[in-house]
Structures are given as C-alpha cells and as structure tokens.
C-alpha cells in the first residue's frame, strides 16, 4: 500500500508563486497519474489538474503541475496568487493494490 | 454540460442501511466507470468505491467492505451506494465522480447517529 504526503498548509502573498508537494511513500510517482483537486469551503472539490500536468478547460494556466522522479513526488504551482485561490487543495493517484487514494489535503492562505 | 446530482442522505441510526443515488447528464453514461468518495467532517477526502462501465467490476475501500455495494442503471443513467450496516465513522459528505476524475456531484450528506 502507499500514501501520499502533502504539507498541512501553506501560505503566500498574492501576486506570488507557490508550490504544494505531494510525495508518494512507495511505487514511483511515475507509474500512475497524478490528479490534484481545489477545494472551497462548503464546496464540492474540482479538478485543477489532471494526468499529472494537463489542465481540465477553464483552469486558469497559473495552475500547473509535474512530477519528480527524483524525489517520488509530484507539485501543484500557483502562480501570480489571488485570494480566490484560498482552499484546501488535495493530491490523488492509483496502484494496482492499494487502488485510488488521496494526499491529507493542505490548506493554502493568501494574505 | 456535465452534471451529476446526489441524492438519498440523511440521519440514519447506527446499523441501519441508507441508499445513495448520483443522477448523471451530459455525457455517455454507460461509457465511462464512477466513483464514489466521501469526506467526514473537517476531514479529507476518502475514495469509497468504483464501479465499471458496464458493472462488470467493482473494487471497494477496506473500511466499507462488505457492508456497500456499489451498482448501475444505465438505462436510467444512474450510479447507486447500498450502505449497510452504518457506523458512526461512515458519517460524511458522499461525492460522487467520473472515471476521469474530471467532473464531481455537489455530494449528500450521510449522518449516522442514535
């Protein structure tokens, strides 16, 4: 089985850039697509990105994601910030055994 | 455009079974496999269980094993969550997703509690 570990929260200027991690505990991060998902208070999550760096229509293009073999670990950036970006963001990918499962979240504040 | 609409939660006792429908629109139903995942409250989010195209499959997480089944109507293009069994831990808010994970439901919120 494997997990996938993201930073609690975060927290950034607008107008700045900022990176969310999501590392994969065994397996590589490469074998299996990477989905990342905002999530606004009382809201139902949406999809950011899709198969690791592909942005679903209508996802502004400062959102971006990749992956990091190196590190087994896959980022969502946000870049120039605005206050609409505040929520809770949350990674997900599959294997064979332990099937989907989701990074814990981590809560980004812009101030 | 997409559109998926829970419905079927509410307050139901410990050990008591619920019915979960997720009404689909929009695209090809019957082509595409669906998910459900839940989120307890102030929590994450928790995938449930996914069902195939044609209902040939299904795979469930390890804490609602054996106690819900996940089905299809694709003539009524519909996905359903037959949850027996509830425990206080199954309280959450139920989504449920398409297989490309691109398109989510509102969700509808199951509390178990006495």
């Known amino acids: 089985n494997f997990m996938l570990t993201q930073p609690h929260s975060v927290s950034e200027s607008p107008g700045k850039t900022v990176t969310i991690s999501c590392t994969r505990s065994?397996?590589?991060?490469?074998?299996?697509?990477v989905q990342w998902y905002q999530q606004r208070p009382g809201s139902a999550p949406t999809t950011v990105i899709y198969e690791d760096n592909q942005r679903p229509s209508g996802v502004p293009d400062r959102f971006s994601g990749s992956i990091d073999s190196s590190s087994n670990s896959a980022s969502l950036t946000i870049s120039g910030l605005k206050t609409e970006d505040e929520a809770d963001y949350y990674c997900?990918?599959?294997?064979?055994?332990?099937?989907?499962?989701f990074g814990g979240g981590t809560k980004l504040t812009v101030l | 455009q997409v559109q998926l609409v829970e419905s079927g939660g509410g307050v139901v006792q410990p050990g008591r079974s619920l019915r979960l429908s997720c009404a689909a629109s929009g695209f090809t139903f019957s082509s595409y496999g669906m998910h459900w995942v839940r989120q307890a409250p102030g929590k994450g989010l928790e995938w449930v269980a996914v069902?195939?195209?044609?209902?040939?499959?299904?795979y469930y997480a390890d804490s609602v094993k054996g106690r819900f089944t996940i089905s299809r109507d694709n003539s009524k293009n519909t996905l359903y969550l037959q949850m027996n069994s509830l425990r206080a831990e199954d309280t959450a808010v139920y989504y449920c997703?398409?297989?490309?994970?691109?398109?989510w439901g509102q969700g509808t919120l199951v509390t178990v509690s006495s």
């Open positions: 997900q990918s599959y294997d064979s055994s332990t099937l989907w499962v």
């Open positions: 997703s398409v297989e490309s994970w691109l398109h």
């Open positions: 069902i195939w195209y044609d209902g040939s499959n299904k």
């Open positions: 065994s397996g590589s991060i490469a074998s299996n697509y």
